[in-house]
């Protein structure tokens, strides 16, 4: 990966046009990336204008809900604010879906590009990873260490989910000043608000606190789910795209940055059936049915740690194999 933008770019815009095109393509023919070097570079520029995209678009949605309230004032000014806000309204709607329609295209092509090219590079820096015996100190030796979530993830989804949150809250409230009262559509939306704030409030109090896994030279533990277990019991590390539904998956494309870190233990079963209560062992026993084990570890550079840092902290405590399905 390249350190900087310019870097990323210049080295995209220096392969020759055949190449570039082959690689914009390569994404959707599911093609693996061979060529390291090229797999770099494609990594670091669709990084690039990925986070390009991303500024963009929350820079128009910001100019979007700055129109929005301005309008909201003048209307409610307005000698004929019970009608000034009708069409207004429907025409700032309207602008948002063309203006995310016209970013989310070129986003989700340069955020394909970019997990393609990073999932080359990642196979070949967790090949290189040593074993618990090459590693520093003797293996089941190393201090204890945790692998926490990210509190800029989540204040990013909590930042989002406010904002959200704020303007259904405004816009019903412009309503009910200027109508006297509130169409049903507004209670919906007005209840969803609540709930979505609600449980997004419950899941950061309850991720920012606990460790996503805890390891010692005793064992692992996953205060979430409440599995634990000593490293006798660890099989093989394996490692798997991410493709699966539920937080923090729900927005996961088959290409995606997300990668699982799964520990494939000696009884699965025996795990799923000392997790207390009910709903976790349900998620257990529903991780175990898609990976295999219900010892799961997501790894991304944006919620906890890149996958080749998750691996290498593993390879400290056993000298399980590593294997990337």
Not at 56 to 82: C, E, I, N
Not at 167 to 194: K, N, Q, R, Y
Not at 222 to 240: D, H, N
Not at 245 to 273: C, E, M, S
Request: charged share 20%; net charge positive.
């Amino acid at each position: 990966m390249y350190s900087t933008d310019r870097d990323a770019a210049t080295a995209w815009r220096a392969l020759p046009a055949q190449t570039r095109w082959w690689c914009r393509e390569g994404p959707f023919r599911r093609e693996p990336l061979r060529d390291v070097q090229l797999a770099s570079i494609v990594a670091g520029y669709g990084e690039t204008m990925t986070r390009r995209m991303r500024w963009l678009f929350w820079l128009s949605a910001a100019g979007l809900l700055a129109l929005d309230r301005t309008q909201m004032v003048v209307s409610a000014l307005s000698a004929r604010a019970a009608h000034a806000s009708e069409l207004p309204v429907g025409l700032a709607i309207l602008c948002c879906l063309v203006v995310a329609l016209l970013q989310a295209v070129p986003h989700l092509r340069y955020r394909r590009l970019r997990n393609w090219g990073l999932l080359a590079v990642e196979k070949v820096q967790i090949a290189a990873v040593p074993a618990a015996a090459d590693a520093p100190g003797a293996p089941g030796q190393a201090p204890a260490t945790e692998i926490r979530v990210r509190r800029r993830f989540l204040a990013h989804v909590a930042a989002g989910c406010g904002a959200a949150a704020l303007v259904v809250f405004g816009d019903a409230g412009h309503e009910l000043v200027t109508a006297g009262s509130l169409p049903a559509v507004w209670l919906i939306g007005l209840v969803l608000s609540t709930v979505l704030v609600v449980l997004v409030l419950w899941e950061i109090r309850s991720r920012t606190s606990p460790a996503v896994i805890r390891l010692t030279s005793d064992g692992w533990a996953l205060p979430g789910s409440g599995l634990c277990g000593t490293w006798a019991e660890v099989r093989e590390i394996e490692v798997r795209a991410g493709r699966a539904l539920g937080w923090p998956r729900f927005a996961l494309a088959p290409h995606t940055d997300v990668r699982f870190v799964v520990l494939r233990v000696a009884d699965p079963q025996r795990h799923i059936n000392a997790v207390r209560p009910a709903h976790r062992r349900w998620d257990a026993r529903a991780d175990c049915r898609l990976y295999g084990s219900p010892v799961v570890i997501p790894a991304s550079r944006r919620y906890t740690a890149s996958v080749v840092d998750v691996v290498q902290t593993l390879r400290r405590f056993t000298p399980a194999p590593v294997s990337w399905l």
